[in-house]
């Protein structure tokens, strides 16, 4: 049986949320230097520190531990929340032109 990176997936999500590990450790109420050691596979977690942790990256069990990484419904609204936080104070003139760039990139054919 083949041993999952409970840290590279905690990363995964962190990154998704657009969380630093201080930001995540701290929510969650655990100590930041830790965090950094789960990541790493240095360390291993206690269920209750799983239990801080998807809680504050509003995820489950299941998807914590889902061998799949693809877009859940959870993980796109993830994305987009942060797309929203990293847009909400631009201008409309910058808006516009980001759409503009965002549709440009879309125009190019899939790989």
Not at 2 to 16: C, K, Q, S
Not at 73 to 91: H, I, K, Y
Request: net charge neutral.
């Amino acid at each position: 049986m083949e041993r999952m990176d409970v840290g590279a997936r905690v990363r995964y999500f962190r990154h998704l949320r657009g969380l630093s590990q201080e930001q995540l450790a701290l929510q969650a109420g655990i100590n930041p230097a830790f965090l950094g050691h789960l990541e790493r596979g240095l360390k291993s977690p206690t269920i209750t520190t799983l239990d801080k942790l998807v809680r504050t990256l509003g995820i489950t069990f299941e998807e914590l531990f889902a061998e799949n990484t693809g877009a859940t419904d959870q993980t796109r609204e993830a994305a987009m929340q942060r797309l929203q936080l990293l847009v909400r104070d631009l201008s409309a003139e910058q808006l516009n032109k980001l759409s503009d760039m965002i549709q440009a990139v879309l125009a190019f054919p899939k790989p």
